[in-house]
């Protein structure tokens, strides 16, 4: 409310039964409450009406518009978010979980090196034989000008 606290209102209280009197003290509370009353209900009344004012003008949707706009999810900041909290719940003592498509990855990059590897074996072997030519590398087709 005004940040007045119990002790405040007791001394009030005291003062406001001191200056004003026992006698005129529940007519003057009366006065005050019912002044508060229509304060509180101009207050409701001014509210409402600024609302409908917004509401009529067509500033609501465009509050709304705006907040869609500037989302977390349009500026990107979802997936900084998840990425935040990723690194935040990484241990560096625990080994790293390979993603689904690594396995793939690493077994298409092995079978590569035991192609290459392969080949070489056979470019050698063929070399250290007598009277055989070793296989040479097939180079790629030069590109055709237009």
Not at 131 to 136: K, L
């Amino acid at each position: 409310m005004l940040d007045i606290g119990w002790s405040e209102l007791v001394l009030i209280g005291i003062v406001a039964l001191i200056v004003v009197g026992p006698k005129d003290l529940p007519r003057m509370f009366h006065t005050l409450g019912r002044f508060t009353g229509k304060l509180r209900s101009m207050a409701r009344e001014f509210q409402s009406a600024m609302n409908d004012a917004a509401r009529s003008t067509g500033l609501d949707e465009v509050r709304r518009d705006m907040n869609d706009i500037v989302s977390k999810k349009s500026l990107g900041l979802d997936a900084l978010e998840n990425a935040a909290s990723k690194f935040e719940q990484w241990d560096p003592t625990k080994p790293r979980s390979a993603a689904p498509g690594a396995a793939a990855v690493a077994a298409a990059t092995a079978a590569e090196e035991d192609a290459d590897a392969g080949l070489a074996e056979e470019l050698i072997d063929s070399a250290l034989q007598p009277g055989t030519a070793p296989r040479p590398p097939v180079a790629p087709a030069p590109a055709k000008k237009d």
